[in-house]
Antibody
Framework: EVQLVESGGALVQPGGSLRLSCEAS????????MTWVRQAPGKGLEWVAN????????FYVDSVKGRFTISRDNAKNSVYLHMNSLRAEDTAVYYC?????????WGQGTLVTVSS | QSALTQPASVSGSPGQSITISCTGT?????????VSWYQQHPGVAPKLIIY???ERPSGVSSRFSGSTSGNTASLTISGLQAEDEAHYYC??????????FGTGTTVSVL
């Protein structure tokens, strides 16, 4: 069974940093792109970033370019989202998901709140 | 990338059919046959119910069907049931390994 478990969400001040983690099981992580999607409270879904199987290519939505970095460690079955210079508008539930050209399996999400 | 446009809400009575539209301009709906649909109940993660325009994952009810015409994708729910009351989002591959989601539609069962 495919499982994705996010962690690392927290309350952080504007301008602060946070690292989200996503532990994958039930499939061979190294064979798949992986994606992060976020959902602000009461709002819709927004694709944030994804990373190629070997980590060599990474893609971001314009609003996080230069502030967020996606990475992965296939040996640890994990994907990460490093978030710097956080803003109030980054407040959201962040979902880790498997990416096959379709975003198919999702984790349960982790809440990031940016507030002073 | 601009979000794909969906109606804010759609409602129907039990047993009826409803259709949710998803319209994009430069966001890939008409370019790639990679439109997916997700069902999201409050407080839980989205669930994939349609991929590649009209394919259903294993375990998803055949009451859900998808189609695409030009820049518009559509999700039809037939035989509407109370459990179908949820938020629905379309999503399209938008090129350069990016994705764009729809604005979301709330389905109400009257």
């Amino acid at each position: 069974e495919v499982q994705l478990v996010e962690s690392g969400g927290a309350l952080v001040q504007p301008g602060g940093s946070l690292r989200l983690s996503c532990e994958a099981s039930g499939f061979e992580l190294s064979r798949y792109y992986m994606t992060w999607v976020r959902q602000a409270p009461g709002k819709g879904l927004e694709w944030v970033a994804n990373i190629k199987q070997d980590g060599a290519e990474k893609f971001y939505v314009d609003s996080v370019k230069g502030r967020f970095t996606i990475s992965r460690d296939n040996a640890k079955n994990s994907v990460y989202l490093h978030m710097n210079s956080l803003r109030a508008e980054d407040t959201a539930v962040y979902y880790c998901a498997r990416d096959t050209g379709t975003i198919d399996y999702w984790g349960q999400g982790t809440l990031v709140t940016v507030s002073s | 990338q601009s979000a794909l446009t969906q109606p804010a809400s759609v409602s129907g009575s039990p047993g009826q059919s409803i259709t949710i539209s998803c319209t994009g301009t430069s966001s890939g709906v008409g370019t790639y046959n990679l439109v997916s649909w997700y069902q999201q109940h409050p407080g839980v993660a989205p669930k994939l119910i349609i991929y590649e325009g009209n394919e259903r994952p294993s375990g998803v009810s055949s009451r859900f069907s998808g189609s695409t015409s030009g820049n518009t994708a559509s999700l039809t729910i037939s035989g509407l049931q109370a459990e179908d009351e949820a938020h629905y989002y379309c999503c399209s591959y938008a090129g350069s390994s990016s994705y764009v989601f729809g604005t979301g539609t709330t389905v109400s069962v009257l």
